[in-house]
């Protein structure tokens, strides 16, 4: 059996509990700081941090002090130390009752000494920025650098958050009895057209990334799986006609962040989200009355526009005091070829898009399931039937009334902690202008 | 000083064909003959009798301007006051348009009160706290429920963490049509959240906030009925609205006991609180009487009157709630 050597104790656990005990602890140098025959670290674990003291004595020498007080900053240590109680709280770190008494320290792993950006800085509120005249770090440089401004605390936090909302998105619909499906990425066709189609080289032809595992979805449909959902970049999408429930219970149960939402709020400070239960569902017409009233000039089968989708958003939250509302009932002509007409008005569909703050996470409708008339709305929207024959043959074998929709992972943390660009919250995104790290 | 003499480029007196095939113009720039009186007269001051005929016509139309201007101001000021809806009911004799028992007399129309529906829902949003649950707004909304289909939903805001379950089904049964929201003719969403008073929104352009349950309670219940139209009898309905809410339902021991006996010598005089008829007096004091909890400790009038108001049959919601 292998039993490690030396058993390594997390920043997260230095509490008086363990005073005088000598422990062993791994983590990065944050700052090294030399004092006369002292030299103070502060060693931080991901959102964790205590305050170590190298100082000469019957452990140290003045050399050891010197080193210690030169290793670069991000360094890995490992750090053989006693842990003491101290009488006046270290409001600086995150364990504030303990400090480490350091007898031995090793460089695991060290850190080159220019570094191409300091945490604190990357960690500072803009508004705090400008006015202490210190540096704060711009998002290119930071997206350039991911792998250093991934280690601040915020983007922990905004990650460890998003993790969640996948796990509790998962969790929620298996509860439900949906079942997790893979998709194929790598399609013949434009499944959704447009020009953001990405083309690869395929065998002795060409193919396409898929845009949507919608049409997959569907066909599982068909295939008698009920209720299906999968994860995965592009789109994340569940196919159920009852969405909005497992929207909203993702909703409430991030309300179990607090601490990371807390943590990011201190670099991007924002209002608290707040929500209607059952959740506020509002029809197109009503939109377009709110809009008119605002003085916006549209017709009444218009699209909204980004502009008005945020000024809907304000009104809402104006009139029901929520930030996520379900807007249902929208105009056929604005919609794909597959959504279902609403029967009782055939000017509409029974379409819906899911906002938070003004901003649309979710775009979702009963799909249409029966082949005749999905062939003719295909030729009412001119689209070449011979490149969606396959889509349309799974609707020949008897196929169940369904729908769904699609919500953005990345979108809904951006918009429920109140950040204002997606790649805030895109580990390593992608845009037409980047492409790496 | 004399400038620096070019010599001509060409010559003065160059052929040029005109076209023939344009309108031609007397030349205006042409020295004029002495046979041209009218233009002198005009270089000198005098107008022309067309120009004069043509001031004339257009004074007469600006005249005629002014006057329907002011004619339609005359008229949008009847319309847009009170008694112009008032002379309506009182003239066309309508009874009420539901089989409901109200006896609420005369007619109001949602579109004067509330404006035009556009096709879309007229929702009423009123934010209430759970712990201070709007019983006259119930009574209310179970009244507006009988003489207009209206939608209710009930929702709980996020800043509130539970609510009893009879305060989610305080607005009866959820309706079957519910998920065609433009079919109805009024919304009515109650939101429970942590607010210190009663609010209710319904146009966010057009109207502010209204604030405390009877300033609510006076708008919904103008959706119902209008205010009696003798001045004196609306103030003492208003003036009971407000001994209600804020003497009876707020007020100290001393204060509710005053109200009490108050009440008892107005019921002495007459069966309802203010005129022949009920009116939201009648309501307001009936469910801030409940809620109180002063219906054991009421004199005899009072008590008397309590059952009538419970014989009319509106106030099962408030009822149900208290239990």
Redesign the interface.
């Known amino acids: 059996m292998c039993v490690p050597d030396r058993a390594l104790v997390r920043v997260q656990d230095l509490t008086p509990e363990k005073a005088d005990q000598l422990i062993w602890l791994r983590a990065r140098i944050h700052t090294s700081r030399a004092k006369g025959k002292q030299c103070f670290l502060v060693l931080r674990q991901q959102q964790f941090n205590v305050q170590a003291l190298v100082a000469v004595g019957d452990c140290a020498s003045k050399q050891m002090v010197k080193f210690a007080a030169n290793i670069t900053k991000e360094s890995i240590v490992d750090v053989e130390a006693l842990v003491r109680k101290v009488e006046q709280k270290i409001e600086s770190c995150s364990q504030q009752d303990v400090e480490l008494h350091i007898e031995r320290i090793f460089v695991i792993s060290q850190a080159e000494p220019r570094l191409p950006l300091q945490l604190d800085d990357a960690v500072r509120p803009d508004g705090e920025g400008e006015e202490e005249g210190r540096a704060t770090v711009n998002q290119d440089t930071k997206l350039d650098n991911r792998v250093i401004d991934l280690r601040t605390t915020t983007s922990q936090a905004i990650f460890r958050l998003q993790s969640g909302v996948c796990q509790l998105f998962r969790d929620t619909l298996t509860k439900k009895g949906f079942v997790e499906i893979q998709t194929p990425k790598i399609i013949s066709a434009a499944s959704e057209g447009g020009a953001n189609v990405f083309t690869v080289s395929y065998f002795k032809t060409s193919a396409y990334l898929a845009q949507s595992p919608q049409l997959y979805k569907q066909m599982c449909i068909c295939a008698d799986f009920d209720k299906v959902f999968c994860v995965g970049p592009g789109k994340k999408s569940s196919h159920h006609v009852l969405p909005p429930c497992a929207a909203f219970t993702l909703v409430r149960s991030l309300r179990c962040f607090q601490t990371e939402i807390q943590t990011v709020n201190k670099q991007f400070p924002s209002e608290p989200?707040?929500?209607?239960?059952?959740t506020?569902r509002?029809?197109y017409?009503?939109a377009?009355?709110?809009l008119?009233?605002?003085g916006v000039e549209m017709g009444?089968e218009d699209d909204l526009s980004t502009p008005n989708e945020k000024l809907l958003g304000r009104?809402v939250k104006?009139?029901?005091?929520?930030d996520f509302y379900v807007l249902d009932k929208y105009p056929l002509a604005v919609r794909p070829f597959y959504t279902m007409p609403d029967p009782?008005n055939p000017k509409y569909s029974n379409s819906y898009d899911m906002f938070m703050r003004g901003e649309e996470i979710l775009s979702g409708a009963q799909r249409i399931h029966n082949a005749q008339l999905l062939t003719e709305r295909a030729i009412h929207h001119q689209i070449d039937l011979e490149k969606i024959k396959a889509y349309i043959d799974s609707f020949r074998y008897g196929a169940p009334p369904h729908g769904g929709g699609g919500i953005g992972l990345e979108r809904v943390c951006m918009l429920y902690l109140g950040l204002h660009n997606v790649r805030q919250t895109s580990m390593f995104p992608r845009d037409p202008k980047r492409l790496t790290p | 000083m004399s400038m620096y003499q070019v010599k001509p480029i060409c010559g003065g007196d160059i052929k040029i064909d005109l076209p023939t095939c344009m309108y031609k113009l007397a030349n205006i720039h042409a020295q004029q003959g002495t046979g041209c009186n009218p233009e002198h007269a005009l270089q000198n001051g005098e107008v022309d009798p067309a120009v004069k005929a043509l001031e004339a016509r257009q004074n007469e139309i600006m005249r005629k301007l002014y006057e329907l201007k002011a004619a339609v101001e005359g008229l949008a000021k009847t319309v847009t006051t009170p008694d112009a809806d008032l002379d309506l009911t009182v003239s066309s004799s309508l009874s009420s348009q539901s089989s409901s028992s109200t006896t609420f007399k005369g007619t109001t129309d949602l579109d004067t009160q509330l404006g035009k529906d556009h096709g879309a829902l007229r929702d009423i949003v009123v934010n209430a706290n759970p712990a201070h649950p709007p019983l006259t707004l119930l009574v209310l909304h179970s009244l507006l429920s009988q003489r207009y289909r209206v939608l209710s939903t009930v929702h709980v805001h996020s800043s509130v963490a539970g609510v009893p379950p009879q305060l989610l089904s305080c607005l009866g049964p959820r309706h079957a049509d519910s998920y065609a929201r433009q079919m109805f003719q009024l919304g009515f969403t109650l939101i429970w959240k942590d607010v210190p008073k009663v609010e209710m929104k319904f146009s966010i352009q057009n109207m502010c906030p209204i604030k405390g349950e009877a300033n609510v309670a006076r708008f919904l219940f103008k959706l119902l009925a209008p205010y009696p139209s003798d001045p004196a009898l609306a103030t003492l309905v208003d003036s009971w609205v407000d001994t209600a809410f804020f003497q009876l339902l707020d007020g100290s021991a001393k204060e509710r006991a005053a109200v009490l006996r108050a009440l008892n010598s107005a019921l002495g005089r007459n069966p309802w609180l203010a005129g022949p008829d009920v009116s939201l007096a009648d309501i307001t004091c009936y469910c801030c009487v409940l809620q109180s909890g002063s219906v054991s400790s009421a004199p005899a009038n009072v008590q008397r009157w309590l059952k009538s108001c419970e014989n009319l049959g509106y106030f099962g919601p408030a009822k149900l709630l208290l239990q």
């Open positions: 989200f707040k929500f209607l239960e059952p506020l509002l029809e017409t009503e377009v009355a709110m008119r009233e605002a009444d009104l104006e009139k029901y005091d929520t009782n």
